[in-house]
């Protein structure tokens, strides 16, 4: 069974530009994370989908940073314009359902400059 | 509120000896579930072992057990026999009832150096 994919894995970009991740999930999941994760600490919360609806975007920022998931498959993360303090890993993660195990994957690595 | 403590930042471990980290949480909620990641320097979150707070028994998979005392409001993560290549950064997580919807809520991690 395919895991959690994620692209890019790496992304270099000077502030104020615009970035999308894409993630796709285990297929038959039904849950969707997208987390942020800081150097040095554990990964936070930025939004949760159940199937294409949002469940969970209270830590979103919403001025900058925006996530869909069409046909509640796929998922694309964009932050418009990016700010220094969104250097961080971004994780995507998948569950087959509410409160079940979540699988992550590989994450990207953005950079801002 | 959820919140997840991992008291130690750095832990240092023989090659084929056991290792134990903490990991101490704090809910409100009777019903959660308390999960365990390793995350190489790779950056992928590798998901080890679940404990549910009903569960009788401490979860065990492979070398990986969980020591999970409720009354003290604890979940230390056992690995037995330690590899080279369990060397990574291990979280502690945990979902907890009521209205979340799943959200995990992570631990800072503990560094786990395994060596030779």
């Known amino acids: 069974e395919a895991g959690v994919a994620q692209s890019p894995r790496y992304k270099i970009i000077e502030k104020r530009q615009s970035v999308a991740f894409w993630c796709n999930p285990i297929s038959g999941h039904a849950t969707l994370y997208w987390y942020q994760q800081i150097l040095g600490q554990g990964p936070k919360l930025l939004i949760q989908?159940?199937?294409?609806?949002?469940?969970?975007d209270s830590q979103l920022p919403k001025d900058r940073f925006s996530a869909e998931r069409l046909k509640g498959v796929d998922s694309t993360l964009k932050i418009q314009p990016a700010k220094l303090e969104d250097s961080a890993v971004y994780l995507c993660?998948?569950?087959?359902?509410?409160?079940?195990?979540?699988?992550f994957g590989p994450g990207t690595r953005l950079l801002v400059l | 509120a959820q919140k997840i403590t991992q008291t130690q930042p750095g832990m240092f471990v023989q090659e084929k000896e056991a290792v134990t980290l903490d990991c101490t949480y704090d809910?409100?909620?009777?019903?959660?579930?308390l999960f365990w990641y390793k995350q190489p320097s790779s950056g992928e979150m590798i998901f080890l072992i679940y404990q549910g707070s009903y569960d009788q028994q401490n979860a065990t998979e492979g070398r990986y057990s969980l020591n999970f005392q409720k009354a003290r409001k604890s979940a230390n993560l056992v690995i037995s026999a330690s590899q080279l290549g369990d060397s990574a950064m291990y979280f502690c997580a945990m979902i907890a009832g009521g209205t979340s919807y799943g959200k995990l809520t992570f631990g800072q991690g503990t560094i786990l150096t395994v060596h030779p």
């Open positions: 993660a998948s569950s087959q359902n509410l409160k079940e195990t979540q699988y």
């Open positions: 809910t409100s909620d009777p019903s959660y579930g």
């Open positions: 989908f159940q199937n294409n609806g949002v469940v969970d």
